[in-house]
């Protein structure tokens, strides 16, 4: 698991980058730190126990097989990336944004994407169990062909998004919004509404 020692710098909240003694944010060696980020994503090494939040990965093509492990990147802004075939294991990316991105044949579990955006993203043909996407804003996305078991979707705004094709047991819809989103081949019977909230097929 990542540090939960706090950041040196004063009045920071943030958690420590590895042993540095400061946040990623307020670290000397931030371009370094994010240049050793997308080097471990792209050539397949993996990322382990860090914490990189507030930061911007931008173009980032993670080899497949790529593992992400027990870290954690909230309030990060990943733009045109891809992570296909890749693990995300028990890892926060709490209040981030997701522009262009896309998830392929991925295993993620026990994750947080709590508060996050996506916007013109795809997660397809993915195993997405036990992760909470409370609260988070979806608009001309994908999200189709997934395992989205035990998932927790509620208090969510889905617009113009695409859940076709899914397994949707115990997946938590309670006090979403959702508008133009197909469940087309899914099963919403078997997921948590609200009675007084209806669904589309």
Do not use: W
Request: proline residues 2%; glycine residues 4%.
């Amino acid at each position: 698991m990542f540090s939960l020692n706090k950041c040196a710098s004063p009045g920071c909240p943030a958690f420590v980058y590895k042993d540095t003694g400061y946040c990623y944010h307020h670290n000397p060696d931030k371009d370094a730190i994010l240049a050793s980020l997308k080097k471990q994503l792209e050539d397949g090494s993996g990322v382990r126990d860090v914490s990189i939040v507030n930061a911007e990965v931008i173009g980032v093509k993670a080899a497949k097989g790529c593992t992400i492990m027990a870290s954690n990147f909230s309030f990060t802004v990943f733009e045109d990336c891809v992570f296909e075939s890749a693990a995300i294991i028990e890892s926060f990316f709490d209040y981030c944004i997701f522009r262009r991105c896309t998830f392929r044949s991925d295993d993620i579990r026990y994750s947080v994407f709590a508060g996050s955006t996506f916007i013109e993203c795809r997660i397809n043909d993915s195993t997405v169990i036990h992760n909470s996407f409370m609260g988070i804003d979806a608009y001309d996305s994908d999200f189709s062909a997934n395992d989205f078991y035990f998932s927790n979707f509620s208090l969510s705004k889905l617009v113009d998004t695409s859940m076709e094709d899914c397994n949707l047991k115990r997946t938590n819809f309670r006090a979403s919004l959702t508008k133009n989103v197909s469940f087309r081949y899914s099963n919403p019977e078997e997921a948590f509404f609200r009675k007084e909230e209806g669904y589309t097929i």
